[in-house]
Every structure is written in C-alpha cells, then in structure tokens.
C-alpha cells in the first residue's frame, strides 16, 4: 500500500512554485523526513513557507488534520486501514479517539421528547402548521 504524504500549499505562493517546480518537489521529498527540529516548512529560494508537509504516514494509518491559518496541524493519526475515513461510522470513531486524547467524551444529542407523551418530537416539515 505504500505510504501518503498530506502537504499544505499557500496558494499566494503558487507563482514561486511555478518558477522552482524541482526546488518545490526537492522540498517536499526532504520533509517527508525531516531533520530534527524541522516543522515540514518548504521553502524555496528567495522564499519562506509556501507550503508545509503535514504528515506522512503508511497508507494503513487515518491522519486527522486541521488546516487554516496558512499551515496544517496533524492532531491524530490512527490504524484505519483502506479508506477507514470514508464512512460515519469510521468518523465517529477518530473523531472519539481524538476527543479522547484531548480528555473528552463524545455522547449523541438526547432526542427532544414531548413532555405529555414522551414520543419523539419531530421538526415541522416545511409549509406545516403546528
């Protein structure tokens, strides 16, 4: 299966990219295995941070990453095997693992009840009157 490598591009940079595309690629194949101390910053001649290599992990691994701020953040990576990411299910589960690591719990919403039957309440569909 092989390994993935998630990498951040600041889009404002992209004309620098285009001038440098072996410098760029040279880049992100040095910090797919960093040195130590090196955050996965690519950088290019006469430039700073166009982009970051965020994680690079076995194929078999679920990298949860958050992104903004012109860089990403690897906050979870977990065994998923192919395509873990793909389903609710599989969502629910890393997104509990990473509430986890953090010392939270992830519970479902409690279903609002009608206090004089207790049945569920279902949301008005549109057009109906209550």
Request: with cysteine; net charge negative.
């Amino acid at each position: 299966m092989g390994y993935n490598t998630v990498v951040e591009i600041n889009n404002d940079m992209f004309s620098d990219i285009e001038e440098h595309p072996e410098a760029f690629v040279r880049e992100i194949h040095r910090q797919m295995n960093p040195f130590p101390g090196e955050d996965g910053t690519i950088n290019l001649p006469q430039r700073y941070n166009v982009g970051r290599v965020v994680g690079c992990y076995h194929a078999d691994m679920t990298q949860l990453i958050l992104a903004g701020g012109n860089t990403g953040s690897l906050v979870l990576t977990t065994y998923g095997g192919r395509g873990a990411h793909n389903d609710a299910e599989a969502q629910l589960r890393v997104l509990k693992e990473w509430a986890d690591k953090l010392g939270y719990q992830i519970s479902k919403k409690p279903v609002k009840r009608n206090k004089f039957n207790h049945s569920p309440i279902e949301p008005l569909k549109e057009g109906q009157v209550p």
